[in-house]
């Protein structure tokens, strides 16, 4: 893959707010995270940590608290232009965070980062998400190349029922095993993806990895599209 591609890019899922969930576990190793983006090319990112039952503690006050006093932290030194958003796990906790607002993707505020299980999806999911796009919320589901229980069937039912695509970069180099990365390839061709995220926990390793994806030239552009929506969010 060419290395130019995420020039001027936006990464729009991250787990670079330390010390909040199972991403980052320093300000300095985010500050790292960040300098790396930079050095990929990115200038934008958006930090989504996850709200789920795993992290009761993560109510929207307190993350954007945690959020604000990291900003006051990096002071002048930000390697690239931060916002906050979230990752919402399709969950018994869901519909509290629904309830004291979502942290959007998007200026418009209504586009929501929503994952489920990688083993299987919530009886309720489907309800659930019924409800926040009835709020004129707009879901959009993470790396749907990871559920395990997924299949084109399944995404052709959520693409009727508007739901957006966010592509993880690292599935095409395999990271997340062969099927994932299978399937992420013919998402990708079949243009079902809107978006594009690192969903970076941690640094180590993801220059191979990024360095080590093959594209073919219509993956690629299909890739470079997606970074182009990225950059309206
Ligand atoms: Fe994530």
Known sequence: MPSSVFEGACDMHSHLLPRVDDGFKSFEESMEGLAFLKGKGFVKAKMTPHFMRDYPENTRA?????YQAFLQKA?????????????????SHFLERFEEGFLTLDK???LVLCETSYMMMD?????????????????????????MYANMPIYKRWKE?????????LSLSGYYGKPAEEKARQLLKEGMYDYVGTDLHRVSNVENLISSIRLSKKELDRLLILLENNKTL
């Open 62 to 66: 307190a993350i954007e608290q945690k």
């Open 75 to 91: 002071g002048d030194n930000l390697p690239v232009e931060l916002t906050l958003g979230g990752e919402y796990m399709l969950d």
């Open 108 to 110: 418009t505020q209504s």
């Open 123 to 147: 009886p309720m999911a489907k309800e659930m998400l019924y409800q926040v796009m009835l709020k004129g919320y707009q879901p959009v589901i993470a790396h749907p190349e990871r559920y």
């Open 161 to 169: 029922r508007e739901y957006l695509f966010q592509l993880n970069l």
